[in-house]
């Protein structure tokens, strides 16, 4: 049974760096494709990165491509997301999801994909 635990939030100012975390339980997360979401307040819960579980495919939202980063570390059951040149409009709750994959290739963009969710963390930017 994995279960996702994310960490490294904070408040910061705009264009400072963050690295988030994303540890998992379980020996079977190597299977898992991993994907970042965010939620600002009275917004949906949209997709920033997904990982697939070689780590070889990466995906990104349109407003964080070129600033963030998602890479997974296979000895650590870590996935990371860092966080560059931040700005306020990144401010949200970050959440991390997983879904078991077909193929080491394989990755997931859609909410609605993913079944495990660690209980997020959050990340405030201030101008």
Known sequence: QVQLVESGGGLVQAGDSLRLSCA?????????????FR?????????????????????Y???????????RDSTKNTVYLQMNSLKREDTAVYY?????????????????????WGQGTQVTVSS
Not at 61 to 71: D, L, P, Q
Not at 96 to 116: D, I, M, N, P
């Open 61 to 71: 939202a349109g407003s964080v491509k070129g600033r963030f980063t998602i890479s």
């Open 96 to 116: 991390c999801a997983a879904v078991r994959a077909l193929s080491s290739q394989q990755l997931f963009t859609s909410r609605g994909e993913y079944v495990k």
């Open 39 to 59: 939620q600002a307040p009275g917004q949906e819960r949209e997709f920033v990165a997904a990982i697939s579980t070689s780590g070889g495919s990466t995906n």
């Open 24 to 36: 998992a339980s379980g020996r079977t997360f190597k299977d898992y494709a991993v994907g970042w």
